[in-house]
């Protein structure tokens, strides 16, 4: 999955340092990111040095080995540099709609460019103290920001959702959303509410979308999904009773069971609902 960029590893521990010289900076207006693509849909950020911001404009998010990722505080100083002529530098960076990263190369950098977004929404939110309206500041203590007025200390959102593998046999309930941009195969999926278990969110969720009712829920695994600020939960259950869809039409243009034989071949190495999907596919004996 976009989260398994091993052997690198990936450090969230908060710190107030500088950047040193080869580290990125990444930048975005709206759901854009800036970057370039290159051949094999390669994909480039640009570093500090590049880019001429001072070092007290920027917050440090993460780093993926001895590599630090950037943001500007202000995204009004960016200025895009021009590429000399005859020049390979940027390759043009350009604005780019984050998605574009589902298919990008190199694997760590699709991961640090929507892991950075899901901060730089965060950040982008809470410019404001939801308790007293007081502008916020950066807390130099952990990844929060505190409010100099009333002192309420704001940390980064995350919101929990399922994934559900539900199965009836050799066959597995295979979505479509209505009205999103993304058009491909899922698998039935929700938020949880409050007061709610995950299990709980399983059994809601594919009541509310196909009218069927579950059994047997067993984890299967778990994925950070910054592209919406979610913490994705994956769970396999079983079809308790008769298997006749009912389907909500606010929330899916289409449902249907799907023998695992009939499965194309998805993108595994992304998201945990494609790994899902090939993980039936490819391993009954688990289900029986």
Partial sequence: MIQDITPKIYNNEYKNKLPKPGDYLLSFRGRELLCAFGEYEKVKFPKVEELGIDSDKLIYLFSIDDIGFFMSKNENDIQIPEAPQGSDI???????????????????????????????????????????????????????????????????????????????????????????????NALIAGFCEIGETA?????????????????????????????????????????DGEGKVNIDENELSHAEWVHRDDIGEEARNLSLTATMMMYFKEHPEYFN
């Fill in 90 to 184: 940027e390759k043009k960076y350009h604005y780019e709609d984050i998605r574009a990263l589902r298919k990008a190369n190199p694997g760590y950098l699709c991961f640090a460019g929507m892991t950075a977004y899901h901060l730089h929404v965060w950040y982008s939110d809470n410019r404001f103290c939801g308790r007293c309206g007081h502008k916020t500041e950066i807390y130099d203590k952990e990844r929060a920001l505190k409010c100099p007025d009333c002192g309420n200390i704001i940390y980064p959102k995350i919101c929990p959702a399922v994934i559900v593998g539900l199965t009836n046999g050799e066959k597995i309930m295979m979505t479509r959303y209505a009205g999103r941009a993304y058009k491909g």
């Fill in 199 to 239: 299990e709980d969110t399983v059994r809601r969720e594919v009541f509310e979308e196909v009218g069927l009712k579950v059994k047997n829920i067993r984890y299967f695994a778990s994925q950070p999904w910054g592209f919406d600020s979610n913490l994705l939960m994956g769970f396999f259950c079983d079809l």
